[in-house]
């Protein structure tokens, strides 16, 4: 693209100048103008003027739309017709531009935060050294401390996600420009090896030109396991460790006498080959793939930074003493032309012993093994003994400096990875449990009809089953498919806890969970997989059971459904067992599609709250797994807020958070971006747990009341919308990419957890993702406009006293000014116009106007009601970062929305080009890519 005049890159009107600042944001700006003009002259050189003309007409077309000096449809006049092998060009071109837009916005973050610090400011909250600083100064004692950290963990949860299907290749060249960018921002013109930044920015820019941005084919599960899997060596095996030695240092020199993290506190996690709630796809095959590329990815790890050390610790035995220990374990290497090179011989030992393991436990077999004829690792704790004499010969004889470095941050790795790499979770619904287990007890003639039962019944006969070690079943037993794909998938899990250890399947979560029997049943196919055993005095279950409270209902039934499960004595003995930790996983999503973005939020509070206090009572460690997507409709919003937003006592030193689509991405693809997000999550993990940072104190209760009436409200204004207004179903269908996101090749998993037209079968990441595309961001908004302004006129106090009660819990309550904050964010992204024209998909005009007026009279009372209670005119006002991608960024995405609405148009009249389908797609993954968070 050519360089956009400055007109084009400014936010639009004084205010917005003022306050985005023009001098701050002006290298951001002109990195922006830099990538673009690269990306520009490449499109010339590779597609020829016309396209070029073209995609310059539309970009110039496009701000004079956001400066409303045409109408919207003179720029779908522009596209109408358009020839398709014009068309995808330009859509490349724009879904490019999003995408280095992404990296000139990472880098300018990582500027203004050296520009702070290098101006002695105090540090920034989300960082460590602010909530150290917090920590200091509240002056907790080490029992307190202690007792509230033991088994702390913080640990993000990658799953796949349809539209972040970038290939190896492009993820790769992003990398590398990124790395260009940071060297251009620190000043330089040239690489260490004294090649222009400039010219290698246009060859990376040409090499991402040339490479197809997706797949061909519909994308599998082994593709999204390798995706999930590309963030270690980009960033996790050197980010992890160190922040894990930080973090635990730094707290032992506070508390010295307090023992405290022990374990490493960030150990991250995945669903992408465990997750089958919905996904036929997902088979003991694919369990076995991703447990075991999880475990190759580590080993491989090792071996090559052993293989590194070997290079490095070249020390003789003839100018360095060596301790015993160390002696021994190299004896374990007789190669006689390393005789006085002890450390090297030490390293080869382990480097052949882990070669072994890798021979005894991966289905291939990773690059610098070393074959010596020596035994295998047991387990990890082995491996780490033998680093650990290492370090300890080291530090004795003087060499810390070697010492703290490779092999510092090897054996801080060990301790998180361990042979498994990351924790995988299965995941199920609980119908489908219901279905096998009633199969299973027929079989082995317990009951003939399991589901006729009741549920008191049903929780006596499973409780019976759990206190027997006798199987249900034999090697003679006929099942059906259903059944034997599920207990092939269980005995999957249970291979991988044999051979990668007990944290390669840490957790089993029950999707829909409305029951004790639920989560019983899971327990039963757990018992027939080897991976329970509930009998004795020491139960031996390795995987916990995690229920999963999704809809509005089954938060507000959740606390009673724990408490129940600890009545038994079978379950609790279980949890005992587990070190008396119970993991519960709230799901942030299908609750919003069950009841909107406010009524989910409050019950998703509600339900911590309850939740803490019967594990307060029941004297057992509750740890809650929060299942956030990208958007706010979908949990998302920053991080930081998010866990500070918690109720009391709901962290507790623990934390479990999934991170899906363009966030992951958009967090963890760089060390820089991965230190800074982990970073945030510890921080606001220590604050929670240590820290009383709800403040509302004795005005809870009251404040919860407020929060009541208003969800209540919000839940029916939804309702009223989404479940109750004839045809609105097929509004969705027509005026959304949803049917397309199921037909095209996006994703591993179909888009429905049941074939039918129902909005609440339908999955959440595609219902989230459609209204993301058309620009009405819709469930992340609707029905808290009415909500506000229904509860303010209603009440028995005036309107100012009502207004000035939530203006005063937006000032004081984290949670509430969470929600607004995150609700702003949604309402500054939502484009009405735009949402008009996909309106136009609509052919039923009274249909249209029935549902479309609705939705433009939500989003304007939304907003007027945002303003009265914060008092800010500015949406952004608290988000600068957010102000400035939308005022840069935002016109650029506009012919992307007209593109796709114009495909969209010919695929739904019958227009089978493979290349309209394909255009279709890179139109929703250059906008996914742009808004960052669509699903």
Excluded at 71 to 81: I, K, P, T, V
Excluded at 606 to 614: F, K, M, S, T, Y
Aim: proline share 5%.
């Amino acid at each position: 693209m050519a360089e956009a005049p400055d007109t084009a890159l400014e936010p639009i009107g004084a205010v917005q100048r003022t306050r985005v600042g023009r001098e701050a944001t002006e290298p951001m700006r002109a990195d922006i103008r830099l990538l673009g003009a690269i990306l520009g002259d490449t499109v010339r050189e590779q597609n020829g003027d016309e396209v070029f003309d073209l995609v310059e007409r539309a970009r110039v077309e496009s701000f004079r739309v956001r400066h409303s000096e045409i109408d919207r449809a003179e720029m779908a006049r522009m596209f109408a017709g358009l020839d398709i092998h014009r068309a995808i060009p330009v859509i490349r071109a724009f879904s490019h531009f999003a995408l280095l837009a992404n990296v000139a916005e990472d880098i300018h973050r990582e500027r203004r935060r050296a520009v702070h610090v290098k101006a002695g400011e105090p540090p920034q909250d989300s960082t460590l050294a602010a909530t150290y600083a917090k920590l200091d100064r509240a002056r907790l004692d080490s029992a307190t401390v202690a007792e509230a950290l033991r088994g702390a963990l913080v640990s993000p949860v990658i799953t796949a996600h349809p539209t972040e299907t970038r290939r190896r290749t492009v993820f790769v060249t992003q990398h590398r420009i990124t790395q260009l960018m940071r060297l251009h921002a620190e000043g330089h013109v040239e690489t260490d090896d004294g090649r222009s930044i400039e010219f290698e920015l246009r060859r990376q820019v040409l090499t991402l030109w040339q490479t197809a941005l997706l797949r061909l084919s519909r994308l599998q599960i082994t593709d999204e396991i390798e995706v999930g899997l590309r963030y270690y060596p980009a960033a996790f095996f050197t980010v992890i460790p160190k922040l894990n030695a930080e973090v635990r240092d730094a707290l032992q020199a506070r508390w010295p006498d307090a023992d405290l993290l022990p374990g490493p506190i960030v150990q991250p996690g995945s669903w992408i080959g465990g997750d089958r709630d919905g996904n036929p796809n997902v088979t003991a095959d694919v369990v076995r793939e991703a447990t075991g590329s999880a475990a190759f990815t580590a080993l491989s790890h090792y071996l090559s930074e052993l293989t590194a050390l070997e290079q490095e610790l070249t020390m003789s035995a003839r100018l360095v003493g060596v301790t015993a220990e160390l002696a021994a374990l190299a004896e374990g290497c007789g190669e006689k032309a390393r005789a006085d090179e002890p450390y090297r011989r030490a390293l080869r030992v382990v480097r052949a012993r882990l070669t072994a393991t890798a021979g005894a436990i991966l289905d291939r077999q990773p690059q610098h093994g070393l074959d010596l004829g020596l035994p295998r690792y047991a387990a990890p704790s082995e491996l780490q003994a033998d680093l650990d004499t290492i370090d300890a010969s080291l530090r004795a004889h003087g060499s810390a400096l070697l010492a703290d470095d490779r092999l510092a941050l090897l054996r801080e790795g060990v301790r998180v990875f361990g042979f498994h790499l990351s924790g995988l979770d299965m995941r199920q619904n609980s119908d489908v449990h219901e279905e096998v287990v009633a199969e299973l007890l027929a079989w082995a003639g317990v009951h003939d009809d399991y589901a006729s039962l009741p549920e008191d019944e049903r929780v006596a006969l499973l409780a019976a089953e759990l206190g027997t070690r006798r199987p249900l079943l034999g090697d003679r037993a006929r099942l059906s498919d259903l059944a034997r794909t599920e207990l092939g998938v269980v005995a999957a899990a249970t291979r991988a806890v044999e051979l990668y250890g007990p944290a390669a399947v840490p957790n089993y979560v029950i999707s829909m969970c409305r029951s004790v029997s639920d989560v019983l049943e899971t327990a039963i196919l757990l018992k027939e997989a080897g991976l329970l055993d509930a009998t004795g005095p020491e139960p031996y279950c390795p995987v916990g059971i995690s229920p999963l409270f999704e809809t509005i209902e089954d938060l507000h039934n959740g606390a009673e459904i724990l408490r129940a499960m600890l009545e038994l004595p079978v379950y609790r003995a279980m949890v005992d067992a587990r070190g008396g930790r119970q993991e519960v996983m709230l799901g942030y999503s299908d609750s919003n599609k069950d009841g909107g973005y406010l009524a989910s939020s409050w019950a998703v509070y509600r339900a911590e709250l309850a939740l803490v206090e019967v594990a307060r009572k029941s004297r057992i460690r509750l740890r809650l797994f929060h299942g956030r997507g990208g958007t706010v409709g979908r949990g998302g919003g920053p991080s930081y807020q998010a866990i500070l937003a918690q109720p009391p006592g709901a962290v507790g030193g623990s934390l479990r958070l999934t991170e899906q689509g363009e966030v992951i991405a958009a967090k963890y693809a760089e060390p820089q971006l991965a230190r800074r997000n982990l970073e945030s999550l510890v921080a606001a993990t220590l604050e929670s747990t240590l820290l009383d940072v709800e403040g509302l104190g004795d005005a809870a209760d009251p404040a919860y009341a407020v929060l009541d009436e208003v969800a209540d409200l919000a839940h029916r204004a939804y309702a009223e919308l989404v479940h109750d207004t004839p045809g609105f179903v097929e509004y969705f269908k027509a005026s959304t990419p949803v049917s397309e996101i199921g037909s095209l090749n996006i994703g591993s998993r179909p888009t429905s957890r049941k074939p039918t037209e129902s909005i609440s079968d339908l999955r959440a990441i595609p219902w989230v993702l459609a209204w993301s595309q058309s620009r009405v961001m819709l469930p992340g908004w609707y029905g808290t406009g009415s909500a506000f302004e229904q509860w303010i006129k209603e009440g028995p106090e005036s309107e100012a006293e009502r207004v000035q009660t939530l203006h005063e819990l937006y000032e004081r309550w984290p949670f509430f000014r969470s929600v607004l904050s995150n609700l702003a964010q949604v309402l500054a992204k939502t484009d009405m116009g735009l949402a008009a024209r996909y309106a136009e998909l609509v052919a039923d005009e009274e249909l249209r106007h029935r549902v479309f007026d609705k939705i433009v009279d939500e989003h304007r009372r939304t907003i007027e009601m945002h303003k009265l209670i914060t008092g800010q005119d500015d949406l952004l006002a608290d988000n600068p970062a957010l102000a400035r991608s939308v005022f840069n960024r935002f016109p650029y995405l506009e012919p992307l929305n007209h593109l796709q609405m114009e495909l969209l148009r010919r695929y739904r009249s019958g227009d089978d080009d493979e290349l309209v389908q394909r255009g279709i797609l890179l139109t929703m993954n250059g906008l996914a890519s742009a808004l960052r968070n669509s699903g």
